[in-house]
């Protein structure tokens, strides 16, 4: 069992930046795969960005195009966590962020970014952009 917990959310202008933290616990981190997905009201859960487990050399990494080059997924499996760290937010980004995680048996550059292929999921944290 893997508890996930997302933190760093908050208002904010556009254009303005913001740092997600999701902390994972209960299990080692390693052999997880991760991802970042946000909801809007009425809208379906979808996914921002993924990250490979791919050992202690990086992974690779997958964004939605409304993201790329303003969003970035790092983690550090020292301490267990992923981060998305956000520049130049829109109002178009608001909405809940939801941090998941996926176990992958070995080490290797596949991320994943469908809701259903994750095993666990945090709470969200609600980010809003005002314009």
């Known amino acids: 069992q893997v508890q996930l917990v997302e933190s760093g959310g908050g208002l904010v202008q556009a254009g303005g930046s913001l740092r997600l933290s999701c902390a994972a616990s209960?299990?080692?981190?390693?052999?997880?795969?991760m991802g970042w997905f946000r909801q809007a009201p009425g809208k379906e859960r979808d996914i921002v960005a993924a990250?490979?487990?791919?050992?202690?050399?990086?992974?690779?990494?997958y964004y939605v195009d409304s993201v790329k080059g303003r969003f970035t997924i790092s983690r550090d499996n020292a301490k267990n966590t992923v981060y998305l760290q956000m520049n130049s937010l829109k109002p178009d980004d608001t909405a809940v962020y939801y941090c998941a995680a996926k176990y992958v048996s070995y080490s290797g550059n596949t991320y994943y970014t469908r809701t259903n292929e994750y095993d666990y999921w945090g709470q969200g944290t609600q980010v809003t952009v005002s314009s």
């Open positions: 990250i490979s487990w791919s050992g202690w050399s990086g992974g690779s990494r």
């Open positions: 209960g299990r080692t981190f390693n052999n997880y795969a």
